[in-house]
């Protein structure tokens, strides 16, 4: 889960100086109050973070650095 984004830019953070030179964030909640979202994009660390659609928040943010994914094949099979 993704709140403040606070956790996730010291991890990322964490990685780039371990080496890492390309960093994509996968969460399952994408919370993202008030300037979240912008605070990872503004980071430089991500090439951008993928979220599922179980918090109505991440889909209103989608855009091209913040990507959605639907969970709702999980509970209806036929979807």
Known sequence: MIRTGGSLIQAGRAYRDAGATKMIAITTHGLFPGDALAR????GLFEYVVCTDSHPRGRALADGFLRVETVA?????HL
């Open 73 to 77: 094949p999980i509970f209806d099979p």
């Open 40 to 43: 990872i994009r503004d980071s």
